[in-house]
């Protein structure tokens, strides 16, 4: 991708983490995000559809305006006949283009272990549970 990749701009309603490393030490085709309702989810990379990226995004209007999939250019059946579609309408999502920007994204930020309920970066830095803000005194 030559541009930004949505997934790490600032209007994301997701963060990404990172890549998943198991007990073993070897990254498991698993990517790992704090999702748009604040808790972290795991995903498996193989099986990563519409619905998951849906769930995580907390619905589709992002994932609509970042990757946006417009009806082909042919016919369309308007009151029982068929008439030429001129202008391409928006249809949903581009699930491969998000599903692989996701992935771009979270291969990006390197890699997640987790321990216990706890997630922690390369660097052994807790990523999760998040600490409190504190207020400025």
């Keep these: 991708m030559s541009?930004?990749?949505?997934?790490?701009?600032?209007?994301?309603?997701?963060?990404p983490l990172g890549s998943l490393v198991n007990g073993d030490g070897l990254i498991d085709p698993v990517i790992a995000v704090i999702s748009a309702s604040g808790y972290p989810v795991k995903l498996n990379v193989r099986n990563l559809g519409k619905n998951h990226l849906i769930h995580v995004c907390g619905g589709d209007d992002w994932l609509k305006a970042a990757f946006p999939q417009y009806a082909k250019p042919?016919?369309?059946l308007e009151h029982g006949r068929w008439v030429p579609?001129?202008?391409?309408?928006?249809?949903?999502?581009?699930q491969a283009e998000a599903s692989?920007?996701?992935?771009?994204?979270?291969?990006?930020?390197?890699?997640?272990?987790?321990?216990g309920p706890c997630l922690l970066d390369a660097a052994g830095r807790l990523i999760w549970p998040r600490e409190p803000e504190r207020a400025a005194p």
């Design 3 to 15: 541009e930004l990749n949505p997934f790490l701009a600032l209007d994301c309603p997701i963060e």
């Design 74 to 76: 042919g016919l369309a």
């Design 85 to 94: 579609i001129e202008a391409p309408a928006l249809i949903g999502f581009d």
């Design 100 to 115: 692989r920007a996701l992935i771009t994204a979270c291969c990006a930020r390197g890699v997640v272990r987790q321990d």
